[in-house]
């Protein structure tokens, strides 16, 4: 936009100038074409009648002078010869016309082509010539440089219109791409063609347009494999369940078989426990996946949360895992979500159990930090395992989960060691 403008200037500069420094040129064409020399013949007898009754002497110089101021020409001025020499002029009139202030008076011979006569004329003990120096194309000047003006700025319009013109028709093509967009065409490309504001701006709805069928892609194929698990985790469900209901029939037909009744309670035992794991894994892919979850939360004591935490601790302990654990005793309250804070560690605590090598110390220290409630997880991995079965939504499910808390999520493989580190905001 700038450079069309700096150009659209420029050449109503050049061309003013251009027009304004050959207008000799111009006025010579037009008189050379269109003028009709002057006839100043009742001019001369007009002043004739007036200067007859005098002398030409020098007593007499302020009274010529003054009868040639009153009849003074339009663009012309007199000079009285005798045969010395020049005696009389009148310059006056036509130096001080405000059409000459553009030029100096030695210009004028130059720049406006002046015409020449001369007359005689008879004083009353002599006769003199009367000499005017015309010029004619005086009365064009302001007339000139204002059309030089116009015509010089209608260039500038022309450039400005067809630069308005094709912005607009930009606008009205950009108009038409969004119209597409919001009918749901996210197909439709938008075309650039042009590298300033409007054509960044098109650009930039490109690239927008392509991130969104991306988004929508990656959404789709979220829904699908997200369907399909929910799908194959509830087909899965429904085998236990039925295999559970089973058990339980026959436990109900031989309930006075201790012996039979102890096994098949065992066997309904594990059959709970294949359940409770893949419900879990159902939950963990909703949560993961759903846009909407319960995220209500209450003010409830911290030391709520870190019994909790020490309940795990516990059960680890009682699986032979060796925990390095400093106990934490406070008053402080967060606003939380208890279940959810449950769903945290039970997330935590089972990539502990998994993954950890049971023969090495695991650290966990709960502090105070900074109006922070600060969990930190650090275990060795196990790299003996015959098969470590891990997708990662666990941590994405704790991820999202300590979002809703306002809180952060970090976690480390350094060394072998695997560290997670969790906060929560908590009231001082």
Partial sequence: ?????????????????????????????????????????????????????????????????????????????????????????????????????????????????PLYYDYPIHFKNQAVYLYITSFPMIPFQIPYIILSLLISFSFYLIILQSFIRKRIQSIQNLQEDVFTLAIGDWNHEIKVSDKDEIGRLAQDLNQMRIAFLQTMDNEQQARVVNKELISSLSHDLRTPLTTLKGYLEIMNLKKDDIKFRDQYLQKC????????????????????????????????????????????????REMDLHILYEPLQTSLSMDANFAIIQRILNNVFSNIQKYCDP??????????????????????INHHLDKVESNGIGLKNVKKMIKIHHGTFYQDETNDLFTIILTFPIHQ
């Fill in 269 to 316: 035992l594990d059959k709970v426990e294949e359940i409770t794991y893949l419900s879990n894994k159902m939950f963990e892919y909703s949560l993961v996946f759903s846009t909407e979850y319960n995220s209500d939360l209450s003010n409830i004591p911290v030391q709520k949360c870190i019994d909790t935490l020490v309940d795990h601790i516990q059960y680890l």
């Fill in 1 to 113: 936009m700038m450079f069309s403008f700096l150009c659209a200037t420029l050449l109503v500069l050049t061309s003013f100038s251009f027009l304004y420094l050959n207008r000799s040129a111009v006025f010579e064409f037009l008189m050379d074409t269109f003028y009709q020399s002057e006839d100043y013949s009742s001019y001369v007898k007009k002043l004739e009648k007036k200067l007859q009754n005098f002398d030409l002497t020098k007593e007499n110089k302020k009274a010529i002078n003054h009868i040639l101021k009153e009849n003074a020409l339009n663009h012309a001025y007199v000079e009285l010869y005798d045969q010395d020499g020049i005696y009389f002029t009148d310059k006056s009139p036509l130096s001080s016309n405000n059409l000459l202030l553009l030029y100096s008076f030695d210009d004028l011979d130059v720049l406006e082509a």
């Fill in 359 to 380: 023969w090495k110390d695991i650290v966990i220290q709960t502090m105070i930090e900074e109006d922070q409630l600060k969990m930190s997880f650090t275990n060795s």
